[in-house]
């Protein structure tokens, strides 16, 4: 019975072949809008773990760090808001 799961080089021929018909301007119908996020979910989960093995403190500060700019471009009143809440309580010497 032969391998299911393919190997590296099956990965990166996918992977080619799928950037290749993503570099087209067509439009994007709603299923495959659906499997490509699902897809980027499964890759950024695949990174992560492998990420978080080799230095896990070094990728959660990383993650952080990246979650906290997003918050600050999404919510960017909120954000400024907690900062001078944070800088207050410094200066106050909490």
Aim: no cysteine.
């Amino acid at each position: 019975m032969p391998d299911s799961t393919p190997n590296q080089s099956d990965i990166l021929i996918l992977s080619e072949k799928l950037i290749d018909a993503l570099d087209t301007d067509n439009q994007l119908s709603d299923k495959e809008e659906a499997v490509l996020a699902k897809l980027e979910f499964v890759i950024e989960s695949k990174l992560f773990l492998q990420d978080s093995r080799e230095d896990p403190e070094e990728f959660l500060l990383e993650r952080f760090k990246n979650r906290l700019v997003e918050f600050e471009q999404e919510y960017p009143s909120f954000s400024s808001v907690i900062r001078r809440i944070s800088n207050s309580l410094s200066n106050m010497g909490v």
